[in-house]
């Protein structure tokens, strides 16, 4: 996005997102609706807890 480290640290995260959705869009990314949630057992795997 051309955005410095110090610039990306002043901004909330608000105006990241933002400025991240408007990238994406300018630069013709799309949403992939057909994925699949994570399965608890797969979490567990990976060290995720509280499930």
Partial sequence: MGF???QVGAMSLWEFMACMD???R???WTMNP???A???DRMRELGIEGF
Avoid: E, I, L, Q
Wanted: hydrophobic share 35%; glycine share 34%; proline share 7%.
């Fill in 4 to 6: 410095t480290p110090a």
């Fill in 22 to 24: 408007g990238f994406g």
């Fill in 26 to 28: 300018a630069n013709g």
């Fill in 34 to 36: 057909g994925g699949k």
């Fill in 38 to 40: 994570m399965s608890v």
